[in-house]
């Protein structure tokens, strides 16, 4: 199964606030500049390209399907929206291999917004990953939903763990989404349909508190072999070993975490607390340093290597 947030048809969660939302936009007092936010992988960004096709797809053959909150994959609007094809949408999201979304992207999207709808319909303009903005680029967006031309909405997608300006913040409706424990066994085992997660080490259990978070771990763990009891250990030494690290997205926008889960398991056995805490910070900063400038990160995972995993 596919976790592409423009390609899921089901929306697992958030039953009650999608029809709240839904009967907002049908009063048609559905805030025009929202904030979707919460912790990564629960879902933010399927919810909103959902609530996109409730919007487009009414009067369309195929129209979203409110009782099981399910897409229709034959709908018109979802099959232009999913190949971004669609002339009322408009996306902005960074590049998987860039820290922060360039300021061309907005002005593009600003003259967008100056030209006519199709069909007069409503436009939408979704920014993933809106803290990725940096703040030229949040000053040039602020400029056009200060004052939206009519029927155009802004959705943004924010990752709760990072800030975003509050000059942003405070001109928009903030929503937090988050999903309750008894919720995420079941989601999880509906995106995967097998038994990764009942049988992932706890250590990782820890830290990958949400579905996404264990989607793309399984997908994984699959991609490269990796048996689901492995510790995080065994995992980062395997990572260092095989150079991983140089060659896989996936390693290089998670290293930080998988990092911090080791200290955090690890913070009992440590004799100095005032120690285990200068490491943590003291890698926690390279690698950060290495991604925002960057730099070679081998040097430093072999350093992580040789004096904490070794030492």
């Known amino acids: 199964m596919s976790l592409n947030s423009s390609t899921n048809i089901n929306l697992y969660g958030y039953n009650h606030f999608f029809l ?18 919460g912790n990564k992988g629960i879902g933010k960004a399927t919810f909103a390209y959902h609530l996109i096709n409730y919007i487009f797809s009414l009067n369309e053959d195929g129209k979203y399907n409110i009782d099981n909150n399910k897409i229709n994959k034959n709908n018109y609007s979802y099959n232009l929206v999913s190949k971004n094809h669609h002339p009322n949408f408009f996306l902005i999201s960074n590049e998987e291999d860039k820290t922060n979304i360039e300021i061309s992207k907005i002005k593009e999207m600003i003259n967008y917004t100056n030209k006519s709808s199709f069909n007069d319909k409503y436009k939408v303009i979704m920014i993933n990953n809106v803290e990725y903005l940096n703040k030229n680029s949040v000053n040039a967006l602020l400029k056009v939903i200060e004052e939206p031309n009519d ?6 997608i924010h990752a709760s763990n990072n800030k975003i300006l509050d000059t942003l913040r405070s001109r928009c409706i903030k929503y937090n989404l ?41 997908s994984f763990f699959k991609d490269n072999d990796i048996n689901e009891q492995i510790s995080i250990d065994e995992f980062l030494k395997l990572i260092i070993n095989k150079s991983l690290f140089k ?25 100095s607390k005032d120690l285990i805490y200068h490491l943590y910070n003291y890698y926690l900063k390279k690698i950060s340093d290495c991604n925002k400038y960057n730099l070679d990160i081998e040097s430093v995972l072999i350093e992580f290597d040789g004096n904490i995993l070794n030492g």
């Open 247 to 271: 060659k896989n997205l996936y390693i290089k926008n998670n290293l930080s975490s998988f990092v911090e889960l080791y200290f955090n398991k690890k913070i009992s056995f440590f004799k």
């Open 178 to 218: 988050s999903i309750k424990n008894e919720e995420k066994s079941s989601i999880i085992n509906k995106l995967l349909d097998n038994e990764f997660y009942n049988n992932l080490n706890n250590d990782f259990k820890n830290f990958y508190n949400s579905p996404g978070d264990i989607f793309f771990l399984n």
């Open 151 to 156: 029927k155009i909405y802004f959705f943004l």
């Open 20 to 37: 709240e939302l839904i009967n907002l936009y049908n009063k048609k007092k559905l805030p025009n500049k929202i904030i979707f936010s």
